[in-house]
């Protein structure tokens, strides 16, 4: 059964009406009528009921149509409205139209008899402005939705066209990149994402190119792994995907970038092959140290007696004696694997980090003053204590400082100081302007037996970075050749420090 049409009429004139009445009585009797001659009693009956169509008139007992038809809309009340205006009167039809009604009639018996026209036609009218009104809102809502996820993303989300030019840019890659979306909208894909395996030009032609080249043949690039670099020239590894955009006939129209940031999941990964390889290592550096120490203290003890007879030419006590260094030189050498290989257990104290960098460069006076070094230390105001071993933590510096002399070679500036870091964690900064260590070797400053030395057993740092890691701490080195070198140590904040050593590191 179809529901009847709930209509309800503003108008003085009751003639009019009885015409209007007559015309739905003749096209059916679905509709139900309810009639008011006052703006004032049509608000009424609006606000308590409801109706599905208002028929208002131009001129009502208490002002004119039109004004009440805004303060209808003012007051929020959606109702489809047939203006009725007074018969040959275009500019009251416009100013109707103007003010939201969906269609308008003359007075008079011809436009009465079209009113179930009318109405049917004002119904299913309105019915489709809603439809299309909430699609609107629902397609608003989606495209908030989607930007709010997209465009807050953490992974970097970006949109290239054909031209191979960046026409979106999310928060996700402001962050990964460096650059701001203002930046990077308009600018083509081989000028910001830039490998750090190739040279300027060459970068993104040479790699971000060939992956977009093959989306353009319509391939999906997949978690494709490489190394870039950002906007401050950080090197970050991302896994990156590709996908071509299509319009609706099937056509390529651009590609979708989406870069996951894997930089430190690769360092814990790499951290993880290390410590199982240095694992491995230390336990056969320590078996062959053992093994080799024996027989090398009755060499010593055999080398001493022979180099105290009389009666030995002078050749022969020189010999004696370059042997023993050889065997002083080899003992020491065995003493650094042992300590790599299976270091003295710390004892852990609260300590000032001042008063341990202030004796370690005490240690080492004599040296500065024999190198021709002078040296500075800009003590970090307010530091929180630390928990560290301070005769482990001696060693760190001592080891760096006298690689700093060595690298200095007679003359220099060396600079220490100590600052807050972010959190309550603390930073340990030791730089000097020796000649600085090549790009290529850098990476490899702390492997173990890795040196550039003529002298030493290449140790010294690898045992560093395990003392520091004893502590829960980090160490990092840049270097610049012909500039110097400077190590960053940073202890972490206090919670986290607590945590590494309830955890059995003690």
């Not at 402005?129 to 608003?140: A, G, P, S």
């Not at 300027?200 to 971000?208: A, D, F, L, T």
């Not at 600079?415 to 730089?431: C, H, I, K, Q, Y």
């Not at 003392?467 to 400077?486: D, F, R, Y």
Request: glycine fraction near 8%.
């Amino acid at each position: 059964m179809t529901r009847q049409m709930r209509i309800l009429i503003a108008e003085e004139d009751q003639n009019f009406i009885s015409m209007i009445a007559s015309s739905l009585q003749i096209a059916g009797g679905q509709y139900n009528m309810e009639m008011v001659s006052s703006g004032e009693a049509c608000l009424k009956k609006l606000q308590e009921e409801s109706f599905d169509i208002l028929i208002l008139d131009h001129s009502l007992a208490d002002g004119d149509g039109l004004k009440w038809l805004w303060r209808y809309n003012e007051l929020g009340i959606n109702v489809p409205t047939v203006f009725v205006t007074a018969t040959g009167d275009p500019q009251m039809s416009i100013q109707a139209m103007q003010a939201g009604v969906f269609d308008y009639i003359n007075r008079s018996a011809e436009c009465a008899k079209a009113v179930p026209f009318v109405l049917n036609r004002v119904v299913e009218g309105y019915n489709l402005m809603t439809q299309k009104v909430k699609l609107q809102r629902e397609l608003i809502e989606a495209k908030n939705f989607l930007e709010s996820i997209i465009g807050n993303a953490g992974d970097a989300i970006m949109v290239i066209d054909l031209a191979e030019k960046f026409i979106y840019w999310n928060a996700g890659a402001e962050r990964i990149y460096g650059y701001l979306r203002e930046e990077a909208l308009g600018k083509e894909v081989a000028d910001l994402i830039l490998s750090s395996d190739e040279t300027p030009k060459s970068r993104g032609e040479n790699i971000i190119g060939k992956l977009v080249a093959q989306v353009w043949r319509d391939d999906l690039v997949a978690d494709t792994q490489a190394r870039w670099l950002t906007k401050d020239g950080r090197e970050i590894m991302t896994s990156t995907t590709i996908t071509p955009l299509k319009d609706a006939t099937g056509r390529i129209i651009g590609a979708s970038l989406i870069c996951k940031d894997i930089t430190e999941q690769k360092r814990t990964e790499e951290k993880m092959l290390l410590a199982e390889r240095l694992s491995s290592m230390g336990e056969l550096m320590a078996g062959v140290a053992h093994e080799i120490r024996n027989p090398l203290a009755g060499i010593k003890i055999n080398t001493q007696i022979l180099a105290r007879g009389d009666d030995s030419s002078e050749m022969e006590k020189q010999l004696l004696k370059s042997t023993l260094e050889g065997v002083a030189k080899i003992q020491k050498i065995v003493e650094d694997m042992l300590d790599y290989a299976r270091p003295k257990a710390a004892e852990y104290k609260e300590e000032n980090i001042n008063e341990v960098v202030e004796k370690s460069l005490e240690v080492l006076n004599s040296q500065w003053m024999k190198a021709g070094i002078v040296t500075s230390f800009e003590r970090g105001e307010g530091l929180p204590l630390l928990r560290i071993d301070k005769h482990q933590i001696q060693q760190v510096l001592i080891n760096i400082m006298l690689n700093a002399i060595q690298a200095m070679e007679g003359s220099g500036k060396l600079s220490v100081r100590t600052f807050s870091a972010e959190g309550s964690a603390v930073g340990l900064e030791v730089g000097d302007t020796g000649g600085g260590i090549p790009a290529q070797l850098l990476k490899k400053i702390f492997d173990p037996f890795f040196t550039t030395k003529s002298r030493g057993t290449g140790l010294g740092l690898s045992i560093t970075q395990k003392l520091l890691e004893n502590h829960g701490a980090t160490i990092a080195a840049v270097s610049e050749e012909g500039k110097g070198t400077k190590f960053t140590i940073i202890f972490p904040a206090k919670e986290k420090r607590d945590e590494f050593y309830y955890s059995g590191h003690r």
